[in-house]
C-alpha cells in the first residue's frame, strides 16, 4: 500500500470515530438531561442565595441567620424546684453566718444576696427584703465591733468640753473613717429592702430597715463634720 492509500485510510477512521463519538454524546445526553442542569444549580447555590432543587437531595437550603433554628439551646430552662430553692436559701444563710463568725464581710454580702434571689423565687419578697436587710445590719454590726463604736460615743457624750474631748473626737472620727468601707456599699442593698418591704405590712420589719439606713447616714455626716 502506498503512502496515498495509507493517508486516505487514516482519514476515513478518524472521521468514523468521531462520528460514533458524536452520537454517543447525543445518545447520553437524551437520556438524562438533568444532569447538567443539576450540576450548574448545584454550582450556583454553593455561592449565592439557595435554590429550591427538589430533584437533587444534597443541595439543601441553607437556613438565613435571620430566620434561626429551633434547638435546645434556646429552649427555656425547666423552673426550680421549690424544695431546691429553700435549700439554696438556708445554705446562703448558714455560709452567711460562718462568713460573719470570721468577719468576711464580702462573702457575708455574697451569700445573703444568693438568699435573697432564692427567696424572691419562691415569691417570699419578706424573707428577701430581710435578707437584704441583715447585709446592711451585719455590716454595721462589724463597723460597730472594729471602731469599739458604743464605748467611744458614750466617752464622747461623758466627757467636759475642753481639747481632751476634742482630740478624743478627732481620733474616733479617724477610727470611723478608716473602718467606713464596711458601710460604703450596704445603702444599696438597705434602699431595695426599703422599697421591697414598705408594701408588705409589716411596719416594724420596714421601721428596722429605715433605722439601719439612718445609720449609715449618721455614720457618713458625723465623718466629715468639722
Request: glycine fraction near 4%; proline fraction near 4%.
Amino acid at each position: 500500500m502506498d503512502n496515498q492509500k495509507r493517508q486516505d485510510v487514516v482519514r476515513h477512521r478518524k472521521a468514523h470515530i468521531l462520528t460514533i463519538n458524536g452520537s454517543l454524546r447525543r445518545k447520553f445526553a437524551a437520556h438524562i438531561p438533568f444532569l447538567t442542569i443539576g450540576i450548574f444549580t448545584l454550582t450556583i447555590q454553593i455561592g449565592a442565595e439557595p435554590q429550591q432543587t427538589p430533584d437533587i437531595k444534597f443541595a439543601q437550603q441553607i437556613p438565613k441567620s435571620s430566620e434561626p433554628q429551633t434547638s435546645s439551646i434556646g429552649q427555656s430552662a425547666a423552673p426550680i424546684p421549690a424544695s431546691q430553692l429553700w435549700a439554696e436559701y438556708y445554705a446562703a444563710r448558714d455560709s452567711a453566718e460562718a462568713a460573719r463568725s470570721r468577719g468576711d464581710i464580702a462573702a457575708v454580702t455574697a451569700a445573703l444576696v444568693k438568699a435573697s434571689h432564692a427567696a424572691i423565687s419562691l415569691n417570699r419578697k419578706d424573707l428577701a427584703a430581710w435578707q437584704l436587710n441583715n447585709i446592711g445590719y451585719y455590716s454595721i454590726e462589724e463597723f460597730k465591733e472594729r471602731t469599739d463604736y458604743t464605748s467611744r460615743l458614750s466617752a464622747t457624750e461623758n466627757m467636759r468640753r475642753g481639747p481632751q474631748k476634742d482630740l478624743y473626737i478627732k481620733e474616733t472620727k479617724r477610727i470611723f473613717r478608716d473602718n467606713l468601707y464596711l458601710l460604703m456599699d450596704v445603702t444599696k442593698y438597705l434602699e431595695e429592702a426599703y422599697e421591697m418591704d414598705k408594701d408588705l405590712n409589716d411596719d416594724e420589719r420596714t421601721q428596722k430597715i429605715y433605722s439601719n439606713l439612718t445609720f449609715v447616714d449618721w455614720v457618713r455626716n458625723y465623718v466629715n463634720s468639722k
